[in-house]
């Protein structure tokens, strides 16, 4: 059974630490929007400030999207396999926690550098912004966990647009 307290209090952290408490959502704290504007404009602003964080922070961040999805991978598959009517638990569970420990990090973002005839070239990776992620029925809790983890460990926003027959397992693991 999921800890939401822990859940919860991570949320919360993660928001302190972004300052995104003043941010307008139908469910305030955990970034679940009733209408795509206001999810984009959410995500935007958040975005600007996740975006100036030090591969480090973000780092920190990813962790504890791990922790979190890691410490509810079983709650989270019943809930997908329940809503859905599709797989089985123990495979969700499996593929949740591989999302949660193998989707790369931040470690895949170190700037490489190169010299030739042609001079000095540095290339440093950069976010792009939001992006949109639209959400399989297959595997929604997973591909989540993996899209959070690497978008947000790029310093991007991710807004979810999830499958109507997944809406309620996939806003859980948004939250």
Not at 68 to 91: I, Q, Y
Not at 121 to 142: C, D, F, Q, R
Request: aromatic share 2%; proline share 4%; with cysteine.
């Amino acid at each position: 059974m999921v800890d939401e307290k822990v859940v919860a209090n991570i949320a919360r952290k993660i928001i302190e630490e972004l300052n995104l408490s003043n941010l307008d959502s139908s469910r305030e704290e955990y970034g679940i929007f009733s209408n795509l504007d206001d999810a984009v404009e959410s995500a935007s602003k958040a975005q600007k400030k996740l975006a100036v964080l030090d591969l480090e922070k973000r780092e920190e961040i990813i962790q504890a999207i791990r922790e979190a999805c890691l410490n509810n991978a079983r709650f989270l598959a019943e809930l997908a396999v329940k809503e859905t009517g599709r797989g089985r638990v123990e495979d969700k569970i499996v593929k949740n926690i591989l999302a949660a420990k193998k989707t790369p990090g931040t470690e895949d973002l170190k700037p490489t550098c190169w010299t030739g005839d042609h001079g000095l070239t540095l290339v440093e990776m950069a976010p792009l912004g939001v992006i949109g992620s639209i959400t399989p029925v297959t595997n929604p809790t997973a591909t989540i966990i993996n899209n959070s983890i690497s978008m947000l460990a790029a310093g991007n926003a991710v807004v979810f647009n999830p499958h109507p027959s997944a809406k309620m397992c996939s806003n859980k693991t948004v939250e």
